[in-house]
């Protein structure tokens, strides 16, 4: 019999908070797992902690940093689960988490991918892990914070869908690759994760791929993970975050959006998008800590 989940995490340098994730993944899930880690050459002792400490994890060494998505699909395409987890290493899973994702998922068969309710390190809601399309006036509200002016608006908080309530079961249109579990008929509907994507949104692009292809996302805050952020290859390389970070949106945009748009728009969208990259380099030259995206409470 295949495990119940497959869970698949990548790292680079987050020793310490990969034990403490792998610790509370363990403690408090019933269901049977089977558990891969794809190290980015960690110099922190990350992969002798793990042979020490969690023999039963399977250890996949890259010779160098290969971002987030062809790693995570090394480990997918080993996985044997009936569904398949994306972790981030600093994240803690709470009491029942993956199994409550679980049992939603098997309750619901037309949803193909699922995500919890993410929180910050303080308690706080972490708003990014459910989201609406990245189309160019969702983003831009983002960008300009717009929907903190006009709260509980949908025509500004079309992003982070600042409109639903926190607690409330939703389909929706993007989750957090923080944690993501997907069911094992979209990745043989589908593939695998895009690798024209080095790292972010490549969760938002799958999610998109999978509704397309006529399953439903939801986010389920029953279950719950606290997720640290930027502890990985952020905080290793912050300047390359930066602008993987940027190019992603980019990136996501031209793949999946730019065809419903006049060109002359697109050519004026890509160049926001340039200046957007240029002013969050030119922002972190003056922090002492460099971060992609928003900052994490």
């Known amino acids: 019999m295949p495990p119940d989940v497959s869970v698949c995490l990548v790292t680079l340098n987050t020793r310490d908070y990969l034990r403490q994730c792998l610790v509370s993944l363990f403690e408090n899930t019933h269901v049977e797992l089977e558990v891969f880690v794809v190290d980015n050459a960690s110099s922190d002792g990350t992969v002798e902690m793990l042979r020490q400490e969690f023999p039963g994890v399977q250890v996949i060494r890259n010779s160098a940093n290969l971002g987030y998505t062809h790693p995570n699909n ?6 044997n689960g009936r569904y398949l987890m994306l972790l981030n290493p600093d994240t ?3 009491k029942g988490s993956v199994d409550a994702l679980v049992a939603f998922m ?6 193909g991918i699922c995500g919890p309710k993410i929180l910050n390190s303080d308690g706080t809601f972490q708003e990014v892990c459910r989201r609406g399309v990245a189309r160019p006036w969702n983003t831009i509200s983002y960008f300009l914070r717009l929907h903190r002016l006009f709260p509980g608006d949908p025509r500004f908080g079309g992003y982070l869908l600042t409109h639903l309530d926190e607690d409330q079961t939703a389909e929706v249109d993007g989750l957090s690759g923080a944690c993501m579990l997907i069911r094992r008929e979209v990745v043989n509907q589908i593939g695998y994760l895009d690798e024209d994507y080095f790292a972010y949104q490549e969760d938002a692009d799958y999610c998109f791929r999978a509704q397309a292809a006529g399953w439903k996302v939801m986010y389920y805050p029953a279950a719950r993970v606290t997720h640290f952020g930027g502890k990985g290859g952020t905080r290793v390389q912050p300047y390359r975050s930066i602008y993987e970070w940027h190019r992603s949106y ?7 959006l730019a065809q419903d748009y006049f060109f002359l728009f697109n050519g004026l969208y890509y160049a926001l998008m340039g200046v957007k990259l240029l002013f969050s380099l030119g922002v972190n030259l003056f922090r002492r800590e460099k971060f992609a995206g928003p900052r994490r409470g």
Do not use: E, M
Request: aromatic residues 14%; hydrophobic residues 40%; positive net charge.
């Open 106 to 111: 098997d309750g619901q068969p037309q949803a």
């Open 92 to 94: 803690i899973l709470h």
């Open 74 to 79: 090394q480990a997918l395409r080993r996985a």
């Open 250 to 256: 980019w990136l996501f945009y031209r793949k999946n």
